[in-house]
């Protein structure tokens, strides 16, 4: 594999300069809930829009580690993205913890609303179809007004066979018509930003939103439509036909161009849930039905069927075209499969899905730092900067995941990557450019 | 790979002759109970004299599946091996069941002569290094008259640290001061041969015992002393250092070259350890402590060394290096790695190796057909020729080591010999040269 630089005016730099000049309230934080699969263009926007219109010198970015929402993993490790995110404009990334971060909407967003919550972040900046805050506000009043008839309507529908979130689409459509100016739950990122204000009104948060209008690359757009945007959906689409980083240079910052070039050389791959298959199809053919049924998130009925089909799956993408229901989702069966694939029980998922219980930094820039270095003394939860020292039962899951993530690299890559669960320091970078 | 043939002068067809020659009893039975792993000139001896001492037409194999008892995979698939058994002289191969296979001696033997009692076998033959089976009768009286000193020595021993297999050892040698003419029990096949005849009293089976004294290959050892002979151990050494058949062409029948040069052709190559070491790796990391716990055979205490070894372990050899103790012998680990790899619990293994439910009928040559056609109706245990109209238990434990054996191959190999395991009638030999 080889890589080609293309150097070309990014809306990086252009962006950047504008912090400097304006010079702004470095002791003001804005939060980010993301996953940078990889970093992009958007990312970059979204980024430097939220300081912006909130006025924060400090962007606070909450992201998935190793497995992502959607129950992939992610191209390259979560230190190379805390890397790609700091370089790119962040200043404190935290790690949303597996737990948190392989699940439906509502709880991945309660997840990292709470961490941006203990961390003392003064707002939250999400991008959305929507573009305007008030409408996530009266919906969710108007929800909460009418949350009996809302919530018959989401067990009904469930119980039709339909998937979680299509019952709660047609729910809301079934219950909206008394609402005025809500906003519209079609569309993946204003649901994502209705659970992450849902959340904070569930734990009693003052903490501000805003929202940037999306642009024009659609959430899960798969082909590149636009001079400079694109989806992450449509970037790892093509990376994955085609490993050039020439065919995605335009899309994404130079700093992701250089993390997935120095990720392939030091670990020989991106990762891709086909490298993780034949271990998803060994378990899948050992568990025995109890096993599987025990699996967080698995309900009856599952078990036989996913073990059907790994019998003669030759791939994974085979595999889940065959496995995927009305009610079981492609996203919904692949974070079953994360679960299956790390292992992780009902009875160990669900107590750690209540709350966070730890702070995990993983990098920081100096801005970052002493914002941390300030602040510490208010936060609501331990910061955690070494695992080593806290082995509880919420890290597990990080570090098995961990475990899982690395075991399809090559050795000594894969010992390597496993070290730094152990090992690696918050990630520091010094002054950006 | 390339593989060369050298035709010479076979023990196989000097030792054909004389059957043919002398002509035998073809309703009369000996049974042999053997790993083929794989079938050498030591077995190609020990089939004939075994005809030749028991006076017996027809030689019935019980053969280890897929895994066999040293907690190993079998170079070559049942199936292979089957037909090697065949064409070297065997007239019927039934399989020893998992639950049966992968056990320390005593299980072992218990299931293996269960079958070939249940098959209305007149005879046995086993190899031994004593060559006369009056010391192991006079040696199983002893100690079922000594029995509670016995066992309180037994006890003792493993109390204090040491493997079964030498609190064995040191206990007969506590005991035996008032044995005559006993069988000497620090010698492995010894040990095997007095397990059969302890199981065959136990079942208060009637059949008769023969033994072959060992030629001079020792059983375990690693090098070449001999000119037509070597064990098993040396031959697969030989094997894993360079796959050229030559090197072990004078060792072992024709047929055992022509099976291994085929099977690499089609499958692409010889099982070992080292290829399932990922995913045993991937397990161990991924288990709880108590899902390991429950693995068959492994004690308190182990799964957190276990876990701990793997965790930096770069290969099989170097885990097991590693992980083995004075109590943990090297055969004893790899059998609960084998468990461990095909997930085996203790509350599966223990019904199932309390006494076979069926025999499986793997090949036979038309003596075995008419044999078998002719003895069916007094067969004590269901004779299963195809597995899937028997969906119990029992069989399970053996698809799914079928499973897990042929997962380490690439595809579409590894389909076609999982479905073996489903739609493979037993192997059929006509008449033999």
Redesign the interface.
């Known amino acids: 594999m080889k890589f080609h630089f293309i150097s070309h005016q990014r809306l990086f730099q252009v962006i950047y300069s504008y912090d400097i000049v304006t010079g702004v309230d470095l002791m003001k934080s804005v939060g980010i809930i993301a996953e940078y699969n990889p970093f992009h263009n958007g990312h970059l926007y979204h980024l430097h829009k939220s300081k912006e219109v909130s006025g924060a010198g400090v962007v606070i970015c909450v992201m998935s580690g190793n497995f992502l929402q959607r129950g992939e993993p992610a191209l390259i490790s979560k230190w190379y993205r805390t890397r790609m995110a700091l370089e790119a404009g962040s200043d404190i990334v935290v790690e949303l913890p597996y737990a948190f971060a392989v699940q439906k909407a509502e709880i991945f967003a309660f997840g990292a609303v709470y961490l941006l919550n203990a961390l003392k972040c003064d707002s939250i900046c999400f991008g959305s179809e929507s573009g305007e805050v008030q409408p996530f506000f009266n919906t969710l009043d108007y929800l909460n007004k009418h949350s009996e008839t809302y919530n018959d309507h989401i067990k009904r529908y469930v119980k039709q066979g339909v998937s979680y979130p299509r019952a709660l689409a047609l729910a809301y459509e079934a219950v909206k018509d008394g609402l005025r100016n809500g906003v519209d739950l079609s569309k993946p990122n204003n649901i994502l930003g209705y659970q992450y204000i849902r959340a904070a009104h569930e734990i009693n948060s003052h903490i501000h939103f805003f929202t940037v209008k999306r642009n024009k690359a659609g959430h899960h757009d798969q082909t590149f439509h636009h001079e400079k945007m694109a989806s992450a959906t449509s970037i790892r689409k093509s990376l994955s036909e085609n490993p050039n980083l020439d065919h995605i240079a335009a899309y994404v910052p130079e700093s992701t161009l250089s993390a997935l070039a120095s990720y392939v050389n030091r670990y020989k791959k991106l990762h891709d849930w086909e490298d993780y298959w034949?271990?998803l199809?060994?378990?899948l053919?050992?568990?025995?039905d109890d096993?599987l049924q025990q699996v967080y998130d698995a309900e009856e009925g599952l078990p036989y069927r996913l073990k059907k089909t790994a019998?003669?799956a030759?791939s994974f993408h085979s595999f889940m075209e065959s496995a995927k229901t009305k009610r079981y989702t492609w996203t919904r069966l692949q974070r079953i499969c994360v679960h299956i694939?790390?292992?992780t029980p009902k009875n160990m998922m669900i107590p750690a899905a209540k709350k966070p219980q730890y702070i995990r930094l993983l990098g920081m820039s100096s801005a970052g730092r002493d914002y941390l270095n300030k602040r510490k003394k208010e936060l609501e939860l331990p910061l955690i900067s070494t695992v080593s020292s806290y082995p509880d039962e919420w890290l597990m899951l990080d570090r098995?995941s961990s475990?899982?993530y690395a075991?399809v690299l090559p050795?000594?890559e894969k010992?390597s990557l496993?070290s730094l669960e152990f090992a690696q320091p918050p990630i520091m970078i010094g002054n950006r450019p």
């Not at 053919?285 to 025995?288: D, E, Q, V, W």
């Open positions: 034949p271990y199809q060994y378990r053919l050992t568990m025995s096993e019998q003669n030759k694939l790390t292992n098995k475990q899982v075991h050795d000594p010992s496993v």
